[in-house]
């Protein structure tokens, strides 16, 4: 089973910076690949962005683009989000998930925890 951990979540002030991270275990192959999902309270939750690690593929969301950077550690297993220039509706629970070796096929596992994110005026 493939489990998943986020962390690096906090408050911060609007303009500054975070970096989360998801640990993933459980892959039995470099053909992973892990997405990024937040979501607001009374929101669904939404896409963020995703890595392949197979290809090395980056998939970001419009909302995001430009702030916030996706990328992989392979031996490590893990993933980070750096977020960049934030601003209060990027508030929320932002989870990583299993996107079962691609991110272009919607289909997905295992789920994180969940690492809250919430940014001030």
């Known amino acids: 089973e493939v489990q998943l951990v986020e962390s690096g979540g906090g408050l911060v002030q609007a303009g500054e910076s975070l970096k989360l991270s998801c640990v993933a275990s459980?892959?039995?192959?470099?053909?992973?690949?892990i997405g990024w999902f937040r979501q607001a309270p009374g929101k669904d939750r939404e896409g963020v962005g995703c890595i392949n690690n197979s290809d090395g593929r980056l998939y970001a969301a419009d909302s995001v683009k430009g702030r916030f950077t996706i990328s992989g550690d392979n031996a490590k297993k893990t993933v980070y989000l750096q977020m960049n220039s934030l601003t209060p509706e990027d508030t929320g629970v932002y989870y990583c998930v299993d996107a079962l070796g691609s991110c272009t096929e919607g289909d997905f596992g295992s789920w994180g925890q969940g690492t809250q994110v919430t940014v001030t005026s």
């Open positions: 459980g892959f039995t192959s470099d053909d992973w690949a």
